[in-house]
Structures are given as structure tokens and as C-alpha cells.
T-cell receptor
Framework: GAVVSQHPSWVICKSGTSVKIECRSL??????MFWYRQFPKQSLMLMAT?????????EQGVEKDKFLINHASLTLSTLTVTSAHPEDSSFYICSARIREYEQYFGPGTRLTVT | GQNIDQPTEMTATEGAIVQINCTYQTSGFNGLFWYQQHAGEAPTFLSYNVLDGLEEKGRFSSFLSRSKGYSYLLLKELQMKDSASYLC??????????WGAGTKLIIKP
């Protein structure tokens, strides 16, 4: 099956710093990638939809200047959390879509901001 | 609006059968997915239903009734490793997955 990787799998950073998370589709090309955030015991929250070569589409309430998304190629999308604060601590998950009915999730990145 | 309704938590015994129900309301419909999510991990795909009826895949089966906005996931011969959250996720007219909080399934020996 298709494989999606995320790096890093976990990261601890200090408040005010920026963190970049990479999402790669390893054996397929993904025209669309999604970024989710999940707080403990809550549902997955879609943050943004990323299409290769174009600007990401952010969901309502998600600050695009704080969560920078770059989809530079058909196999790579990055999410940068800028000026991170403790409330940004969460589980960030990406997924890559091959076609409408077929998308694969990365293993997730646990971010802790101290 | 778009809405998913699943029980918050269920408990079952190892070796038994459990059915997790899901009702949904979406803007348009392009099928319904079930995912399994272990604590601290990303969701993994279990099933996809787009037509009414039952889809069987090993110990797991999923049922869909589009007219009723209803689906269920049936897990047979429960194993301890099946302890996880089970997420019902319909796909709307924009091919976006709509997520609820999922059902936490606890398996007891």
C-alpha cells in the first residue's frame, strides 16, 4: 500500500521558536495533501488543504500566517508552526490523496511547546 | 450543518462481537470511511462504503444505509489489540472527510 512519512515524529521546542514538519508520499505522487491537528480525546481537525504548486486553503479559524504550508512538489508538503506557544502543543497529522476516495495518513508528529 | 454521531465509549469482551453505530448528516455524500486509531498514532484505514449494504473484510464488516444516514462497523472475534478508537468519517460533496470524535472501544479479557 501507499506510504506517507512525517518528520520529525516528535519535537519539543521553546515558546517563540518555529518548527517545521515534513510530510512525504514515498511511493506515489499526491496532488493534494491535508494537514490535521488533534488534541487529546478530540476529533481530527482539518487545518488546511495543500495542492502542489498553489497556495494552501485554510479552514476557518486557522491562522495562515502562523501555520505556513508549502507544497513544493508532488511528494512533499511542509507545515511550519511559527512563533509557537504552549497552546500549539498537539498531534499534527498529514495525509496524502491519490484520488478522491483514496488517501493515506502519515504517522503524525507530536509537538510539545515549553 | 454537518454532523457525526457515535457512542463515546464501548466495552466488550475478548472473543466477542461488537457493533459500533454511526449516524451522519453531510452536505452531499461520496461514501463513508471507517478508520482505526490507536492512542498516540495516526488513523489507519479499515473500510469504505459508497453503496448500501454490507462489506466484509476478515473480522471487520461495515454496513451503510444512505437513506437513513446510518452506518455500522462490526468487529468479530475481538482481540485485545482491537482496543482503539474507531472513527466514522463520511465524505461530503467536496470530497472532504467529516470527522467525529470517534468511539473508544475497550476490550476486556
Amino acid at each position: 500500500g501507499a506510504v506517507v512519512s512525517q518528520h520529525p515524529s516528535w519535537v519539543i521546542c521553546k515558546s517563540g521558536t518555529s518548527v517545521k514538519i515534513e510530510c512525504r508520499s514515498l511511493d506515489f505522487q499526491a496532488t493534494t495533501m491535508f494537514w490535521y491537528r488533534q488534541f487529546p480525546k478530540q476529533s481530527l481537525m482539518l487545518m488546511a488543504t495543500s495542492n502542489e504548486g498553489s497556495k494552501a486553503t485554510y479552514e476557518q479559524g486557522v491562522e495562515k500566517d502562523k501555520f505556513l504550508i508549502n507544497h513544493a512538489s508532488l511528494t512533499l508538503s511542509t507545515l511550519t508552526v511559527t512563533s509557537a506557544h504552549p497552546e500549539d502543543s498537539s498531534f499534527y497529522i498529514c495525509s496524502a490523496r491519490i484520488r478522491e476516495y483514496e488517501q493515506y495518513f502519515g504517522p503524525g508528529t507530536r509537538l510539545t511547546v515549553t | 450543518g454537518q454532523n457525526i454521531d457515535q457512542p463515546t465509549e464501548m466495552t466488550a469482551t475478548e472473543g466477542a462481537i461488537v457493533q459500533i453505530n454511526c449516524t451522519y448528516q453531510t452536505s452531499g455524500f461520496n461514501g463513508l470511511f471507517w478508520y482505526q486509531q490507536h492512542a498516540g498514532e495516526a488513523p489507519t484505514f479499515l473500510s469504505y462504503n459508497v453503496l448500501d449494504g454490507l462489506e466484509e473484510k476478515g473480522r471487520f464488516s461495515s454496513f451503510l444505509s444512505r437513506s437513513k444516514g446510518y452506518s455500522y462497523l462490526l468487529l468479530k472475534e475481538l482481540q485485545m489489540k482491537d482496543s482503539a478508537s474507531y472513527l466514522c468519517a463520511p465524505m461530503d460533496s467536496n470530497y472532504q472527510l467529516i470527522w467525529g470524535a470517534g468511539t473508544k472501544l475497550i476490550i476486556k479479557p
